[in-house]
């Protein structure tokens, strides 16, 4: 079955300063893959996808790149604000599949 | 409005007891789906179904059982409730385009 490994598992950042997160998964089927915000004691929100078709898209602060090559996709925020602090999951899925894998998540503290 | 709804949101429990974890979506979603998450931590799939009548065991293995006799109506069941239930519960639902939400989820604490 399909494996999505997220790195880096904490991130620190100072305000103002750009964020990656990344991750890899493993089956070249997949076909879809959102970004989930999640804030202490609140239910994960969407906060951005991409399908395969596309490299890179881009929403404000925060875009998403994809190598489909690589199997690998990215989420970028850049200007970061304390009200980024949060666990950010990415996830895939295959064409025509019925649920989401999700990679392992990370922590991301945006010091002011 | 058009949300996913969750029930009890909080509860506290004692070991052995019986408890239904509600789920209700008012979209028509066909897809909806549970997760187990501890504060902050990975999504566990536990339960997922395509529609009326079909439910699918997850990733994880899970003591609890779903239904899906409605399809606005996603119950999950835990039989003998047990400390090592304690944990976040989040239902899920797809929209016709294949982008899942999630509802508030319910916080378990088995004493």
């Known amino acids: 079955g399909e494996n999505v490994e997220q790195h880096p598992s904490t991130l620190s950042v100072q305000e103002g300063d750009s964020a990656v997160i990344k991750c890899t998964y493993s089956?070249?089927?997949?076909?879809?893959f959102p970004w989930y915000k999640q804030e202490l004691g609140k239910r994960p929100q969407l906060i951005i996808d991409?399908?395969?078709?596309?490299g890179e898209k881009k929403d404000q602060r925060i875009a998403v790149t994809l190598n489909k090559t690589a199997k690998h996709f990215s989420l970028h925020i850049t200007e970061t604000q304390p009200e980024d602090s949060a666990v950010y999951f990415c996830?895939?899925?295959?064409?025509?599949?019925?649920?989401?894998?999700f990679g392992g998540g990370t922590r991301v503290l945006v010091k002011p | 409005e058009a949300d996913i709804y969750q029930t009890p949101r909080y509860l506290v429990i004692g070991t052995g007891k019986k408890i239904t974890l509600e789920c209700s979506q008012t979209m028509g979603h066909d897809k909806m789906y549970w997760y187990q998450q501890d504060p902050g931590m990975e999504l566990h799939l536990i339960h997922y179904s395509y529609g009326v009548n079909s439910t699918e065991k997850g990733d994880l293995s899970s003591e609890s059982t779903v239904s899906r006799i409605r399809t606005e109506h996603f119950p999950l069941t835990l039989e003998s409730a047990r400390p090592s239930h304690t944990s976040q519960y989040l239902c899920?639902?797809?929209?016709?385009?294949?982008?899942?939400?999630f509802g508030p989820g319910t916080r378990l604490t088995v004493l």
């Open positions: 996830a895939a899925r295959k064409a025509a599949g019925n649920k989401l894998t």
């Open positions: 089956d070249s089927a997949s076909n879809y």
């Open positions: 991409i399908r395969s078709n596309v």
């Open positions: 899920a639902s797809w929209t016709w385009g294949g982008e899942q939400f």
